[in-house]
T-cell receptor, first 112, second 111 residues
Framework: GNSVTQMEGPVTLSEEAFLTINCTYT??????LFWYVQYPGEGLQLLLK?????DKGSNKGFEATYRKETTSFHLEKGSVQVSDSAVYFC???????????FGKGITLSVRP | EAGVAQSPRYKIIEKRQSVAFWCNPI?????LYWYQQILGQGPKLLIQ????????DSQLPKDRFSAERLKGVDSTLKIQPAKLEDSAVYLC?????????FGPGTRLLVL
């Protein structure tokens, strides 16, 4: 079956630190990959996505590259801000209208 | 463009009571999803609609959960009777061009 594995959390960083959040997946087929972010008390917001191998998604200083050879979609940001504190979910979808399969999510806390 | 709307935002009920959630997707989005997000986990699909037809309800506990999408727009999700383990956030999403857009969710606490 399809699954997404995220690194264990939580993660606590100082402002301006470099961020990497690992995500690997297992899928029957060629999925699209997503990162969603959930701020406290809010719903999920799409952060970035990639639809095929070697694509790089980017938004708000965050980047992730679709690596088919390692079945990974790691999220990176060069310099985190306090406002980036949230829960981050990696997800995959097979087909334009298919359901999303999510990882467990990881909580990021950025301290001033 | 208005986002996905959900109500209520919070609900507290006792076990064995019934509860209903409402979702209004983004205008023009034909595909609608209900997900259940238990604390500390990622969302899991309960049911998917394409217009007013069910595409996938394989993970919906049909003995207590029901959902409908009359006229292919708004949707309601009902739980009857509720159990303690139904405490979760219920997320509605709609889809356009391969991207799902989520509502703020309904946080349900069953006592």
């Amino acid at each position: 079956g399809n699954s997404v594995t995220q690194m264990e959390g939580p993660v606590t960083l100082s402002e301006e630190a470099f961020l990497t959040i690992n995500c690997t997946y297992t899928a029957t087929g060629y999925p699209s990959l997503f990162w969603y972010v959930q701020y406290p008390g809010e719903g999920l917001q799409l952060l970035l996505k990639a639809t095929k191998a070697d694509d790089k998604g980017s938004n708000k200083g965050f980047e992730a590259t679709y690596r088919k050879e390692t079945t990974s979609f790691h999220l990176e940001k060069g310099s985190v801000q306090v406002s980036d504190s949230a829960v981050y979910f990696c997800a995959l979808g097979l087909g334009a209208n298919s359901k999303l399969t999510f990882g467990k999510g990881i909580t990021l806390s950025v301290r001033p | 463009e208005a986002g996905v709307a959900q109500s209520p935002r919070y609900k507290i009920i006792e076990k064995r009571q019934s509860v209903a959630f409402w979702c209004n997707p983004i205008s023009g989005h034909a595909t609608l999803y209900w997900y259940q997000q238990i604390l500390g986990q990622g969302p899991k699909l309960l049911i998917q609609f394409q217009n007013n037809g069910v595409v996938d309800d394989s993970q919906l506990p049909k003995d207590r959960f029901s959902a409908e999408r009359l006229k292919g727009v708004d949707s309601t999700l009902k739980i009857q009777p509720a159990k303690l383990e139904d405490s979760a956030v219920y997320l509605c999403a709609s889809n356009m061009e391969g991207t799902q857009y989520f509502g703020p969710g309904t946080r349900l606490l069953v006592l």
